[in-house]
Each structure stands twice: as structure tokens, then as C-alpha cells.
């Protein structure tokens, strides 16, 4: 991914020099041409077309800004029940992540998103101690994070 | 005219929602049980209401005073990557100085692993993860 953004801007310099003008529009016009021939020429890169990640990340992001807006009405709904009748309690939650930034990501989103927290990791980076507000619904629970966030930061990472 | 008073009406409600999120944060650590459950109101309703404050006081420089105000995204940028290390600290450390959870009926998974870990036998371990994954498989069926 590295090697391609450097390609990228080696190419949007490249046509700077071409044009012979030396403005910071001619550079983005020459990052555009750039990106389109790095698209064509995708095939011999070892790793994938890196808007592609860039794209993913954008969506990761959307995802996040719906979960969080969905959970922050469940947690007023929480506080603003006359009867508190929800049962806290920790639950483990076994991740399939492996890098270090993937984990925290993902930990740092759970933990944004009202109603989970994540308490602590085990040792080997395999299990989350999640938090809960309300445990009733802690499979619910799992299946969404397994289905939104685990999902997104893997086609972030994918190469 | 018209489209500052849609800009203003937009910011106002910005504003309002997020001043909304921060009263119901505040009546979370007041009404909620314990401390885990008042972190979870605290850190987070709050994140969102700031956020939502910073977002109307960006448009309203942008719109109003025509003035693109960077720093402002910077600050929820910076509010999103420190909340939730802040809120994980917080419970962790609550839980290993032994507060208990509200609730009897809660399960609670950690306090497992803490045993295991303390007794350093890593076999043990693993038949826990086992089974936790094969929980978790079993709910899914």
C-alpha cells in the first residue's frame, strides 16, 4: 500500500514537472492521473488497489456513526426507564482479529458505542471482556459486533 | 437571508441535541446502580453530545462567519480517539480494585479468566477458551 501511494505522488510530481506548472492544483490533477493509471496498472501490485482500502475505511466509518447514534438511544432509553430492571454483567468475547491495531480499533469502537465497554484482553489477544449495560441481549450483542465492526476492519486490512 | 435562517435553524438543532445527550449523561451518573454502568453513561452519551456541539459550532463559523474552522474537527477527532481509553481505564481499574457489579444475576466471564491467570496454569486456559467459543457457537445455532 505504501509503495503505491509513494508511486502515487512520485506520479502527481512527475506531471508538475511535465506541465511545467509549479501549483499545488496541478499536483492534485497529476495525483488524479496518477490514481487512474495505478488503476489500470492494478494487476502487478502485490497488494490491492489501495483506494480500495481507503474506500472500505469510509465505510468502517459510516458504520460507526450509525451504531453509535442506534446505541446512544438505547442507553437513554436505559437511564430514562422509571424501573431500573436491566441486569450488567461481563461477557467474553472470542475476536478472530490478530493485529494489534485491528484489536485496538475494534475495542476502542466497542467501547464508543454506549451499552459495551470492554474491560480488559486476555493475554493472548484471543478474547475481549465486554461490558454490558443491559446482558439480556449479549448473543444480540455479539452477533452485531461479529457482523459490523469485525467484518469492516477486516476488508480495511485485507490485502 | 433565507439560507442563513435554514443554516441557523440547523445549527440550533445541533446545539440543542447535543446540550439533550449531556443532560440525559448527567442524569445517568445520578440515577444509574454502580460504577460500571455510570461510566457507561458518562463517557459515552457525553462523547456524542460533544460532538454533536463541536459539529454546530463548526457550521455555524462556517456558515455564518464564513470561516472554515479546522481545529474544531480536530477536537472531536481528538475526543474520539481519547474517550474510550479513558472509559476502558476507568472500569478496569474499578474492577480490579474489587467493586463489585450491581445485580446478582449477571454473569460475568472475567472473573474466570482473572483466577486462571492468577494461578498460572495455561491449560486450564485454554479449555476455558474452548468453551467460551463453543458457547457462543451453541447461541449462534
Redesign the interface.
Known amino acids: 500500500m505504501a509503495k503505491q501511494v509513494l508511486l502515487n505522488v512520485f506520479l502527481g510530481f512527475m506531471w508538475m514537472f511535465l506541465t511545467t506548472t509549479y501549483e499545488p492544483v496541478a499536483f492534485v490533477k497529476g495525483y488524479i492521473f496518477g490514481l487512474l493509471i495505478i488503476f489500470v496498472f492494478r494487476k502487478f501490485f502485490d497488494s490491492r488497489f489501495y483506494l480500495y482500502r481507503v474506500f472500505s475505511f469510509i465505510k468502517l466509518a459510516l458504520i460507526f456513526i450509525k451504531e453509535l447514534i442506534m446505541a446512544n438511544i438505547a442507553v437513554v432509553k436505559v437511564v430514562l426507564k422509571p424501573k431500573m430492571d436491566m441486569t450488567p454483567g461481563i461477557f467474553a468475547y472470542p475476536t478472530s482479529l490478530e493485529k494489534d491495531w485491528e484489536i485496538t480499533t475494534l475495542a476502542n469502537l466497542i467501547t464508543l458505542t454506549p451499552g459495551t465497554m470492554v474491560i480488559d484482553i486476555s493475554e493472548d489477544k484471543k478474547i475481549l471482556f465486554v461490558h454490558a449495560i443491559d446482558i439480556k441481549d449479549a448473543k444480540a450483542e455479539i452477533d452485531g459486533i461479529k457482523e459490523s465492526f469485525e467484518k469492516a476492519i477486516m476488508e480495511v486490512s485485507r490485502t | 437571508m433565507k439560507m442563513i435562517e435554514i443554516a441557523k435553524l440547523i445549527i440550533v438543532a445541533f446545539i440543542l441535541i447535543g446540550a439533550f ?1 449531556h443532560l ?1 449523561a448527567a ?2 451518573v445520578i ?4 460504577v ?2 455510570r ?3 458518562a ?3 457525553a ?2 453530545g460533544v460532538l454533536c456541539i463541536l459539529l454546530g459550532t463548526f457550521l455555524y463559523f462556517y456558515f455564518i462567519h464564513d470561516h472554515f474552522n479546522s481545529r474544531v474537527l480536530l477536537g472531536i477527532l481528538f475526543m ?2 481519547t ?3 479513558a ?2 481505564l476507568l ?2 481499574a474499578a ?1 480490579h480494585s474489587g467493586v463489585k ?3 446478582q ?7 474466570e ?1 482473572i483466577e486462571i ?1 492468577k494461578s498460572e496454569k495455561y491449560q486450564e ?1 485454554e479449555a476455558y ?1 474452548k468453551k ?2 463453543e458457547n ?1 457457537k451453541a ?2 445455532k
Not at chain 2, 31 to 34: G, V
Not at chain 2, 105 to 111: F, I, L, V
Open positions: 445527550f440525559i442524569l445517568g440515577r444509574l446502580p454502580d460500571y454502568t461510566n457507561h453513561a463517557s459515552k452519551a462523547t456524542l474520539f480517539l474517550a474510550p481509553v472509559g476502558h472500569g478496569r474492577y457489579m450491581w445485580g444475576n449477571g454473569p460475568d466471564d472475567y472473573k479468566y491467570k486456559y477458551r467460551i467459543e457462543i447461541e449462534s
